[in-house]
Nanobody, 116 residues
Framework: QVQPVESGGGLVQPGGSLRLSCSPS????????MAWYRQAPGKQRELVAS???????KYVESVKGRFIIFRHNAAHTVYLQMNNLKPEDTAVYYC??????????WGQGTQVTVSS
């Protein structure tokens, strides 16, 4: 099992930016499809963005044009660049490997709070 380790969350004002990082354990990182999910209080965990081993990306509609997912295979790291943050982006963000399109395992997540 691959154990993700997320970082980069924090408190930011509306309109601000954050970059999340995730460096999962395990080998063969470049072969994995990776994804970022988030879970807001009282809501179900939702898929935010995914990136395939071939660098194809997908985004949930609410973050299109604001968030960018990218990966640095040599560093075994996947990133989520979040721009123009809104209060509704407040959540715990998780990264995970996708296995047949489904999340593999979960780390502790990183809290993102957007508030003035």
């Amino acid at each position: 099992q691959v154990q993700p380790v997320e970082s980069g969350g924090g408190l930011v004002q509306p309109g601000g930016s954050l970059r999340l990082s995730c460096s999962p354990s395990g080998r063969f990182f470049s072969r994995y499809d990776m994804a970022w999910y988030r879970q807001a209080p009282g809501k179900q965990r939702e898929l935010v963005a995914s990136i395939s081993s071939g660098d194809s990306t997908k985004y949930v509609e609410s973050v299109k044009g604001r968030f960018i997912i990218f990966r640095h295979n040599a560093a075994h790291t996947v990133y989520l660049q979040m721009n123009n943050l809104k209060p509704e982006d407040t959540a715990v963000y998780y990264c995970t490997r996708l296995m047949s399109g489904e999340p593999d395992s979960w780390g502790q997540g990183t809290q993102v709070t957007v508030s003035s």
